[in-house]
């Protein structure tokens, strides 16, 4: 079984678009994360949610925004797509707090032309 | 000054032998330690933490030095299953709290 998932793995749109992607985790852990891994490969982080709360909100514009239903899932929801949002998209979970192991899902690949 | 660095190589070795990667951060006040390994087109995964008294996983030591801030991992008997990009990564609290993630040194191991 997957224990954190996103979905779609590749996702190609055009430029001002707007996409959401998904990510949910069935290891029961309170905390979740968005990282963004751009073309040089550095990995920042962007989001935080524990228990359904934003903890972590990184200089990240606008456009993107998170939204955590419950704390299995934490989908991230990005409008007027720009080719600089092109990058691998990664969501991660810990047990509790930021100071404990990270699993990360799959990535979901963006590309924005 | 990067809040982590790490020499972003490559090494390039070959089977058998022993390498060394090290990495520093900024901040006296990060909390905890860690060192991931990242395949190709794959998500990064933990490979080990890292903790004052140094700790051991087969061939794999890790080390903190909190005094000189810089975190090192030490792999012994290298295998071609070991090259992969080893990420350096830094918990720390300013203000709020933080994960930030080193970019990185690729390991290409030959046979």
């Known amino acids: 079984d997957t224990a954190v998932s996103q979905t779609p793995k590749y996702l190609v749109t055009q430029m001002g678009n707007d996409k959401s992607i998904k990510c949910e985790q069935n290891?029961?852990?309170?905390?979740m994360y968005w990282y963004k891994q751009d073309s040089k490969k550095f990995l920042k982080i962007m989001f935080s949610?524990?228990?359904?709360?934003?903890?972590i909100n990184e200089t990240v514009p606008n456009r993107f925004s998170p939204k955590s239903p419950d704390k299995a899932h934490l989908n991230l929801h990005i409008n007027s797509l720009e080719l600089g949002d092109s990058a691998v998209y990664f969501c991660?979970?810990?047990?509790?707090?930021?100071?404990?192991?990270?699993?990360f899902g799959p990535g979901t690949r963006l590309l924005v032309l | 000054r990067k809040e982590v660095e790490q020499d972003p190589g490559p090494f390039n070795v070959p089977e058998g032998a022993t390498v060394a990667f090290n990495c520093t951060y900024s901040?006296?006040?990060?909390?905890?330690f860690f060192w991931y390994r990242q395949d190709c087109r794959k998500e990064p995964k933990l490979l080990m933490s890292?903790?004052?008294s140094g700790n051991e996983d087969g061939r794999f030591t890790a080390q903190l030095n909190r005094a000189s801030q810089y975190i090192s991992l030490l792999i012994r008997d290298s295998k071609l299953s070991d090259s992969a990009t080893y990420l350096c990564v830094v918990n720390e609290v300013n203000g709020g709290f933080k994960t930030i993630f080193g970019a990185g040194t690729r390991l290409f191991v030959k046979a």
């Open positions: 290891l029961g852990h309170d905390t």
């Open positions: 991660a979970s810990s047990q509790n707090t930021w100071i404990e192991t990270q699993y």
């Open positions: 901040n006296s006040a990060s909390q905890s």
């Open positions: 890292v903790y004052s």
């Open positions: 949610y524990n228990n359904k709360e934003l903890i």
